[in-house]
């Protein structure tokens, strides 16, 4: 990639938050963050952002509900929703380019999907990650 790459990651958790940012800054990245999901499309609806991280689970909108709003926006925008529960409940499936479970990634592998994701663009191969 030729210039650095802005993330919005958007998650209420303020260790998470800040865990991601400091991953993603160390490796070049900018780093736009959101502590509540009407947070995160504020955000989005104002800055341009070349992917998006998601907490599954947050206390005003589920990431599934602003993932969706965001591919509604820019469809070719990928969206990874992170998740600390298996299985994933199957309204979930489909809204996001990539599933990751909290506990099951390394920083490497989470820095090493951002990057194909942000070279494949539209024609992501990716697999989400499958319910257990």
Known sequence: MDRTA??????????????????????GHRVLTAHSGKEGLRVFRSETVDAVIIDYWMGDLKGTAVASEMKRLHPSIPVIIF????????????????????????????????DQLLSSG??????????A
């Open 83 to 114: 998740s600390a529960f298996r299985p994933l409940p199957d309204e979930a499936l489909g809204k996001a380019d990539v599933w990751l479970v909290k506990a099951e990634i390394e920083p490497t592998e989470l820095l090493q999907i951002i």
């Open 6 to 27: 802005t993330v919005l990651i958007i998650d209420d958790e303020k260790e998470q938050l800040m865990l991601r940012k400091m991953l993603l800054e160390t490796a």
């Open 122 to 131: 539209s024609n992501r191969s990716l697999p989400s990650t499958p319910p």
